[in-house]
């Protein structure tokens, strides 16, 4: 959080985790989104009755306008608990909605995620979901949505699953999982792991999205046969991976990105193959092929940019991995200039220092930009008034004082984004830049 | 009216308002006949149940005061919870933007809220000086004239002190504070959540009335009704020089303290404005009526006469009412008429509409009179507030089969694959209710909607409503195809057991004294 605050003595104690309109949900709408991403896991809420439809609003539709599918929304199983379930505690209504569901729901995995009120009452929801041991695939991932943001709700279905579910098997070579790729919190999911996962093969890489595919269970089994675990962002994946490491001896690196474009995408690849050791030729044939499909591609646009627009000073309020891939596209391979920087996920503190560096010794300027760390919205509006930015790539919370207030352009790249749907575009990969590109220029193109 | 159930006084010295259940004996769980459900209500025996199966449906606080109140003009909102209780909330600075100033929106407002974001510590230490500097931080940045309070299920078990904090903080700041116990835990019923909300409103910001507005008419509307709704209504209103209140939704922070000072407070949604009638008329002596809502053409008309006879335009509402008709009962006759006709069989098209329990009264006779032939209800809760006039539906309009649910989505698939009607009404939150192999849409529109096609209420949304559904007669693809190409989420055995209440068990829930509600 910044430090910048400016509370008073009359404010009394500052909260600096008081804010307005932060970029995220609860650990439980996280774990919840997560599930949701997985074809075949059926969540199952012990929680009060708003605890899912509410994440319809607040996670799924703010993910540019996505529906949470057959089990998101109401259509999510719930103990919807009250008053008397607090009085007399929620097990016996746990129990038989476990029991009701296996019975109703197609699945293959069912993942019972507990919020607030079972943590605050006492509730035993570990020694209920025992009761099924043997019977049921059934994990519980403790969530209570006071314990941490939906970021770490990720990590949490992810630790539950190596913990309850997971068994060692022999490594497969040559197969990765992708981690730290948020469901819904990071908009473009399903559209940047396909992306990712089509470029692997082309170097004999299998890569385990996890999510989005119909066999979403058995990618999910298969999580500890990789050779590597790969996290694509500074600080989301990286605890899921330390499970994975600890319980399976998977090794596993962490990218301070999610790729955007060749020169990101290329350095990805490489130190994948390196890590696999790869047949460096091949590698590298693949590199080149995909790199000059790109690059003639961006023959196209050449024109336009540089009559239209060239040197454009952008802003961007993002996501730690969205921010620093998306900053470092357009300042190291559209020559545009960032002009600040917001970090709206609030990294841990362990992170910060490296994705500064990302956002200045990494990007090819000659006054780098102003980096921030901010959740607060409120401070986030008052932080990007009187620049000089003509882009502003942000969430869609800045939509409505992109142009009254900052005179700047806008495009949704980050949570929570209303204003665009969203199903399998991608900026990640090799194309992904292109189709930044193609947005980012259909907001000014005109005849020339 | 004379056969209405006792309802108790509202008793604005309490913090917050009963729950629905003791209120109204409100329950969301029945099926069966309508005419077993009234007597049931009126024996006492009417009670709720403990579902066996539960989908997530919506509490007081996220269904949906978390993305009402945030709405109301020149006010901030506090939310006392964790973020996830707060994210629904999100899309605050958008909502109403895409409503043209043209039609009617102010050009510049600003909509505010932030969260106490409660954590691991607070729940151990307790968090009142947090939402003490929340108060003051929101007074600090906003400068607004009001402050909602929203609590949330972890507010109330750990026991926050809301009334304590609210006595501090009140005394050094300028907007004056609401707070609205919506505390997810305290009631199976998303209705407790608007009558606390009513409840804040007339104790802590509505003002004794210093003048009468003999020409202002409260209207209590909600997110199920548009923007064009508003328009339509302010139209006839306007024709007899009476203007409308619109609240709570996007309305200023005035436009709820002056809420004493109006001729009459009318419904859209009697459920939804029943706390709030009752409360101004009782306190203020604003009188009120509950029925009938405007939807439709003679439920338009009634609604205006019950103004008319508040505002002293018994004359000029008969005009109204004259000139309207001759305007749009023609073009009623064709939409009926081709209704009528689609079948091509003589057999009436038949509707399932799956609604709140003001809805089922005000969109009935609606689907009547345009010809549609509803073959059952759906209504999220039932509670001795519609009682005496569900009993009068069903004296007018004959017996009716009814699932009362909060959006219980595997519950309303069965229902509306066992009675297969002609045209499914749905809300689209359910993952899989509008695929459908016969006619399905939408059963309304959401307030930042501007579209003339999206009008329900007076005489235009009658007829507007009316071609959007012969509209969505004709045009099937989607659902159709989604219903072809996609899974249903649940078992097969499902739907061939005739019961939606399969996990409902016989036995009443347990209450705090031990006794059934």
């Given at each position: 959080m910044s430090a910048h605050l400016s509370v008073t003595e009359e404010l009394g104690r500052p909260h600096l985790d008081v804010l307005e309109a932060p970029r995220w949900s609860c650990a439980l709408g996280g774990a919840l989104t997560t599930a949701l991403g997985v074809y075949g896991v059926v969540p199952i809420l012990h929680s009060g009755a708003g605890c899912g439809l509410g994440h319809q609003f607040g996670l799924t539709y703010a993910s540019g306008n996505n529906a949470g599918g057959a089990l998101g929304g109401t259509g999510t199983p719930c103990t919807c608990l009250v008053e008397e379930h607090v009085v007399f505690g929620g097990e016996p209504k746990l129990r038989n909605l476990i029991k009701s569901t296996i019975e109703l729901v197609k699945g293959d995995l069912f993942a019972v995620v507990s919020g607030c009120v079972p943590s605050l009452i006492g509730d035993d929801t570990d020694a209920i979901i025992r009761e099924f041991k043997g019977k049921s695939p059934l994990i519980h991932v403790k969530a209570p949505g006071f314990g941490g943001t939906s970021y770490q709700g990720y990590e949490l279905?992810?630790?539950?699953?190596?913990?309850?579910?997971?068994?060692?098997?022999?490594?497969?070579?040559?197969?990765?999982?992708?981690?730290?790729?948020v469901p819904f919190q990071h908009l473009f999911w399903k559209g940047n792991l396909a992306a990712l996962q089509s470029t692997f093969a082309k170097i004999g890489v299998e890569a385990n999205i996890i999510v989005t595919e119909f066999n979403g269970v058995e990618n999910l089994r298969r999580i500890p046969s990789a050779e590597l675990n790969v996290a694509l962002s500074p600080w989301n994946g990286h605890r899921a991976a330390t499970a994975f490491e600890q319980k399976f001896g998977t090794p596993w690196q962490a990218h301070p990105r999610l790729p955007v474009g060749p020169k990101q995408t290329t350095s990805l690849i490489r130190n994948v193959a390196q890590a696999l050791s790869l047949d460096k030729a091949l590698v590298e044939r693949v590199i080149a092929e995909e790199e000059r499909s790109a690059y003639r591609f961006a023959e196209y646009f050449g024109d336009g940019l540089v009559l239209g627009l060239p040197h454009a000073y952008f802003a961007v309020v993002a996501d730690s991995p969205t921010a620093v891939g998306i900053t470092q596209y357009l300042a190291n391979e559209i020559a545009y200039i960032p002009d600040i920087v917001i970090l709206a996920d609030d990294p841990p503190e362990s992170a910060r220092p490296a994705i500064i560096r990302e956002l200045t010794d990494g990007v090819d300027v000659v006054n780098k930009p102003e980096v921030v760390f901010e959740s607060d919205s409120y401070r986030i509006r008052q932080k990007l008034k009187n620049r000089n930015f003509l882009f502003l790539l942000a969430s869609s919370l800045e939509k409505i004082t992109a142009g009254e207030e900052y005179g700047a352009m806008h495009h949704s790249i980050a949570f929570p984004s209303y204003d665009r749907l969203i199903l399998d575009r991608n900026y990640a990969g090799y194309r992904g830049g292109l189709a930044l590109v193609e947005d980012l220029t259909s907001k000014w193109a005109g005849p020339l | 009216m004379s056969n209405e159930p006792n309802i108790p006084a509202i008793d604005l010295s309490t913090k917050t308002c009963p729950n629905r259940e003791q209120r109204a004996n409100g329950v969301n769980v029945f099926f069966g006949k309508a005419s077993d459900l009234v007597a049931k209500a009126r024996q006492g025996t009417l009670c709720n149940r403990e579902r066996e199966f539960q989908q997530s449906s919506g509490c007081l606080l996220n269904f949906y005061l978390s993305v009402r109140v945030?709405?109301?003009?020149?006010?901030?909102?506090?939310?006392?919870?964790?973020?996830?209780?707060?994210?629904?909330?999100?899309?605050?600075?958008?909502?109403?933007?895409?409503?043209?100033?043209?039609?009617?929106?102010?050009?510049?407002?600003?909509?505010?809220?932030?969260?106490?974001?409660?954590?691991?510590?607070?729940?151990?230490?307790?968090?009142?000086d947090k939402l003490a500097f929340a108060l003051r931080e929101a007074e600090r940045r906003y400068h607004p004239k009001a402050i909602f309070i929203l609590t949330s299920c972890t507010a109330g078990i750990i026991g926050e002190d809301l009334e304590g904090?609210?006595?501090?903080?009140?005394?050094?700041?300028?907007?004056?504070?609401?707070?609205?116990?919506?505390?997810?835990?305290?009631?199976?019923?998303?209705?407790?959540?608007?009558?606390?909300?009513?409840h804040g409103i007339l104790k802590y910001l509505v003002r004794k009335p210093t003048k009468k507005q003999p020409d202002l008419v409260n209207v209590a509307s909600m997110l199920s009704y548009t923007w064009q709704d508003r328009l339509e209504i302010k139209r006839l209103l306007g024709k007899l020089g009476l203007r409308a209140n619109f609240i709570p939704e996007f309305a200023s922070v005035e436009d709820l303290q002056q809420l004493s000072e109006a001729a009459v407070t009318a419904p859209l949604c009697s459920t939804y404005t029943d706390y709030l009638s009752r409360g101004l008329e009782q306190e203020y002596g604003v009188p009120f009526f509950l029925y009938p809502s405007p939807m439709g053409i003679e439920n338009t008309d009634n609604w205006l006469r019950e103004i008319a006879k508040h505002t002293g335009k018994e004359k000029e509402v008969e005009d109204l009412i004259r000139e309207e008709h001759a305007v749009w009962v023609p073009k009623m006759e064709k939409i009926r008429a081709e209704f009528l006709?689609?079948?091509?069989?003589?057999?009436?098209?038949?509707?399932?509409?799956?609604?709140?329990?003001?809805?089922?009264?005000?969109?009935?006779?609606?689907?009547?009179?345009?010809?549609?032939?509803?073959?059952?209800?759906?209504?999220?809760?039932?509670?001795?507030?519609?009682?005496?006039?569900?009993?009068?539906?069903?004296?007018?309009?004959?017996?009716?089969?009814?699932?009362?649910?909060?959006?219980?989505?595997?519950?309303?698939?069965?229902?509306?694959?066992?009675?297969?009607?002609?045209?499914?009404?749905?809300?689209?939150?359910?993952?899989?209710?509008?695929?459908?192999?016969?006619?399905?849409?939408?059963?309304?529109?959401?307030?930042?909607?501007?579209?003339?096609?999206?009008?329900?209420?007076?005489y235009a949304g009658a007829i507007a409503c009316g071609e959007f559904l012969l509209r969505s007669w004709k045009a099937k693809s989607f659902q159709q195809t989604m219903v072809e190409k996609t899974e249903d989420p649940y078992h097969q055995w499902w739907y061939e057991q005739p019961n939606p209440h399969h996990y409902v068990p016989d036995q009443p829930v347990r209450t705090e004294a031990g006794a059934a509600e």
């Open positions: 279905f992810f630790e539950a699953l190596a913990e309850q579910y997971l068994e060692p098997q022999p490594v497969k070579k040559g197969t990765i999982n992708l981690l730290g790729v | 945030p709405t109301i003009r020149d006010a901030a909102v506090v939310f006392h919870a964790p973020v996830g209780c707060s994210s629904s909330a999100l899309g605050y600075r958008e909502l109403y933007r895409g409503i043209p100033p043209g039609l009617g929106r102010p050009e510049r407002f600003e909509l505010q809220w932030i969260t106490t974001n409660l954590n691991e510590n607070d729940v151990v230490h307790g968090a009142s904090t609210v006595a501090e903080v009140q005394p050094r700041i300028n907007a004056k504070i609401v707070p609205v116990h919506c505390e997810g835990v305290r009631s199976r019923l998303v209705q407790t959540g608007y009558d606390a909300l009513w006709s689609l079948k091509g069989d003589g057999s009436q098209v038949s509707v399932l509409g799956a609604l709140g329990q003001g809805r089922l009264l005000a969109q009935t006779p609606y689907f009547h009179e345009i010809g549609l032939k509803p073959i059952a209800a759906i209504a999220q809760d039932f509670d001795n507030l519609v009682l005496a006039e569900t009993e009068q539906l069903i004296r007018e309009r004959g017996d009716f089969p009814i699932l009362i649910n909060t959006f219980q989505a595997a519950e309303q698939a069965h229902l509306t694959q066992t009675l297969d009607p002609d045209l499914t009404l749905t809300c689209p939150f359910q993952g899989t209710s509008y695929k459908r192999r016969k006619g399905m849409t939408r059963i309304h529109a959401l307030r930042g909607d501007a579209l003339p096609s999206s009008t329900q209420s007076g």
